[in-house]
């Protein structure tokens, strides 16, 4: 991962922390680059993430699964009659 300080020096201490902040707020993302820009006694951070595989969502009334399996055999079902449109 690459490290940007902006606008001042910090610590190495304070720079593992916002790392550590950075990856609990993003969990499951891949972080490639981490600005920490400072403004006087402000600090903002700009998150930079990695390209990730597409993953194929389902629509069932509403609602966004990754996974059929998480719907009831009824949704399943639904799906399997499903009239496909090409793309």
């Known amino acids: 991962m690459k490290i940007n300080v902006i606008g001042g020096e910090m610590d190495r201490r304070e720079i593992d922390d916002y790392i550590k902040y950075a990856g609990q707020k993003y969990v499951g993302r891949q972080i490639?680059?981490?600005?920490?820009?400072?403004?006087?006694?402000?600090?903002?951070?700009?998150?930079?993430?990695?390209?990730?595989?597409?993953?194929?969502?389902?629509?069932?009334?509403?609602?966004?699964?990754?996974s059929m399996e998480k719907l009831n055999d009824a949704k399943q079902k639904e799906f399997s009659e499903k009239e496909r449109h090409k793309v």
Do not use: T, W
């Open 32 to 66: 490639s680059q981490l600005d920490i820009i400072i403004d006087g006694e402000f600090v903002d951070l700009k998150v930079h993430f990695k390209d990730m595989d597409f993953q194929r969502a389902y629509r069932s009334a509403d609602y966004l699964v990754n």
